[in-house]
């Protein structure tokens, strides 16, 4: 019992480790950071309004972009140049978040001629452009105004020869990023600003002068770092603007908060002391998986929590290896924010946002399994053995009514999504309108917008699927569950909480409780009413065998050693669950004392023909049949010679 707790207690240490470093690379300032910049940059009418098209994408660059970035007066109408000029470099939140370089636009567009329209309408058109497909973009180089005449000898005058260049992700540093509509690659055509306001005025207008964005872009990228030195964070801000090729936009917003100096602060020490110890106790626990895979082999993978510690290993060991790469990226995105050229060239933080966040997921597996395995660890409590035989019993009950659910269930989503996909944006892809059929289950819908789509089969749909799927199907589901709960409870009604009764009876032993203790004490044996056993319950009987020194005696007596009352009690509650609590015969045996050499020989002593009688009882208890007592004639003669 005693190594059962070792067990949790060093497994309870090795959760707080990892807990303490789950916890040590996020910061609960991050959330405000976000809300802060989200403010400053979304929560605003124009913002609302850039679904529309082209010109109300200006209209928020000029009127939300450019002034969040580029502040020119204090609160109080001041002007900034006058009071410090470093205060320009800030952004408009108070003065806290730096802006690191200056932002971007990124431009994805689609080549001429994409698509053919059908010949009856082909006279209508001058050009058909498709959808935006990450393999088929435009990658092409152009002059100005997207003309189809540029000169590979031209030497780049800066700015304006830049804009409609194509690059490619590896020299931007980019990320694939997935939208709304589809996935978006991490390269384009680039639109660097500048760290003045009045440049980064004309280089917007310059765009808007030469239709940068027409016909053919079908995403634009708004991308911008931020550093707020008092809570050391950095901010990546990505808005992203699909236009696809029915018309308007699709508005989509990612803000990725960050901490690259992860060192920092009086919990430096403390963090780095709980990765050795991380590392300490993977090593361990890795020995102990090592080792009792060699011993059972493929049996060891037969067991559930087996593959559940196997998969949190193997996390730890690929959390440690980003571990390691997460600081080597870093390194590098330090040297590239000390270099001279950092305040006039965007500097691009997404690879070190993306890699924090798989690291993040990585962290929250291993940290999900861990806890996860307590389970595990409270496996000899009854209530614990109560879920477990539950999930086990209705296992395959529920299996095989899934099938039946799913089937009601994926025919309603499909009859939804090719009657009112069209309209509504909840339902306008399968995926979508499965996850509104789960929303509803939950009490999340909207049916004014259901019946409008469809007055016929929108009331239809919802008011049958309410009935046989979450009021008739829904409760064959609890039902099931009900049904294996009760099957379960029944099958551990005999067992004990070891366990609780063994901790309770710690506490109060040490508590100087010795009288309250008793009633917790998991070796004494109690009746059904709770009272302790002590050998004459009713419907026991006692049988007294005493052994002789007659010639022809079977047993040989010898000396003893006593018994302790404690063993004994525990054998007789060991005997009355092996018999699910039936009246039992409880044998004592007495042996005359006999000095045989000073050895010990014949059946042993007391404790050991104790056992023996026990085991020969257990074999013939409820043995009615004459099958079963020429199946067991062995036992049947033992026991006339013990009872001569």
């Known amino acids: 019992m005693w190594s059962f707790f070792r067990e949790i207690a060093v497994y309870m240490f090795f959760v707080m480790i990892i807990l303490s470093i789950a916890y040590g690379q996020r910061d609960l300032t991050a959330s405000y950071m976000h809300k802060t910049v989200k403010d400053i940059f979304v929560s605003n009418s124009q913002y609302s309004s850039l679904s529309a098209g082209f010109g109300d994408f200006y209209t928020w660059v000029d009127e939300v972009l450019l002034p969040g970035l580029y502040p020119t007066e204090s609160y109080n109408g001041d002007d900034l140049g006058n009071i410090n000029k470093d205060l320009k470099m800030f952004i408009d939140d108070g003065y806290f978040a730096y802006r690191v370089g200056p932002p971007r636009f990124r431009q994805l567009r689609v080549p001429p001629g994409s698509c053919t329209p059908p010949p009856q309408t082909a006279a209508m058109f001058d050009n058909c452009n498709s959808d935006y497909n990450i393999l088929t973009q435009d990658e092409n180089k152009y002059d100005e105004r997207w003309n189809d005449s540029y000169n590979p000898n031209k030497t780049s005058s800066g700015f304006r020869d830049d804009v409609w260049m194509y690059q490619n992700m590896t020299d931007l540093e980019g990320v694939p990023l997935y939208g709304v509509e589809t996935l978006y690659s991490g390269g384009g055509y680039v639109a660097v600003l500048d760290k003045f306001l009045w440049r980064a005025k004309w280089k917007v207008d310059y765009l808007r002068e030469t239709r940068w ?32 090729s029915t018309g308007g936009a699709l508005v989509n917003t990612k803000i990725d908060v960050i901490r690259i100096y992860n060192y920092v602060g009086s919990m430096t020490v403390f963090v780095a002391i709980c990765e050795v110890l991380f590392i300490i106790m993977l090593i361990y626990y890795l020995i102990i998986a090592i080792i009792d895979i060699k011993k059972q082999k493929m049996k060891y993978f037969k067991q559930f929590w087996n593959w559940i510690e196997v998969s949190k290993i193997a996390l730890c060991m690929t959390g440690i290896s980003m571990r390691g790469y997460k600081a080597l990226f870093f390194e590098l995105a330090l040297e590239e924010l000390s270099e001279e050229e950092g305040s006039t060239s965007f500097i691009n933080l997404q690879q070190m946002a993306v890699y924090d966040e798989t690291y993040g997921y990585v962290i929250a597996a291993v940290v999900f399994m861990g806890t996860l395995q307590f389970i595990n660890l409270m496996r000899f409590n009854a209530r614990m053995n109560v879920l477990t035989k539950t999930l086990k019993g209705a296992g395959s009950a529920l299996a095989n009514y899934s099938i039946i659910f799913y089937i009601v269930f994926f025919a309603y989503g499909q009859l939804l999504f090719l009657t009112v996909g069209r309209e509504l944006e909840q339902y ?85 409780m010795h009288e309250r203790a008793k009633q917790y004490d998991p070796w004494l044996d109690r009746d059904d009413d709770g009272e302790q056993e002590d050998g004459d319950r009713e419907g026991e009987e006692e049988i007294e065998w005493e052994g002789t020194n007659n010639e022809g005696d079977n047993i040989e007596a010898v000396q003893s050693r006593p018994v302790s009352a404690a063993t004994i009690k525990k054998q007789r509650r060991l005997r009355r669950q092996r018999r699910g609590g039936k009246p039992q015969k409880i044998v004592k045996y007495k042996p005359p004392k006999v000095e ?9 002593n007391l404790e050991a023909l104790q056992g023996r009688l026990d085991y020969i009882f257990d074999k013939l208890h409820d043995f009615n049949s004459s099958r079963d007592v020429r199946k067991n004639r062995s036992l049947t003669i033992a026991m006339k010679q013990f009872s001569k």
């Open 213 to 244: 964005l027409d016909e053919r872009t079908r995403a634009v990228f708004v991308e911008f770092t931020l550093y707020n030195a008092h809570v050391n964070l950095f901010s990546m801000f990505t808005l992203l603007l699909e236009y696809p």
């Open 428 to 512: 306008h892809t399968f995926f979508g309108t499965i996850k509104s059929l789960y929303l509803m289950f939950l009490g999340s819908f909207d049916y004014k917008s259901l019946e409008a789509a469809d007055p016929a089969i929108g009331p239809f749909v919802f008011f049958t699927l309410t009935l046989f799927v979450y009021m008739i199907l829904a409760t064959l589901f609890v039902t099931v569950i009900v049904w294996a709960y009760e099957w379960a409870n029944e099958e551990n009604r005999d067992a004990t909480n070891d366990i609780v009764d063994f901790m309770w009876w710690k506490v109060m032993s040490m508590a100087g």
């Open 596 to 604: 045989s050499d000073g050895r010990q020989c014949g059946y042993g």
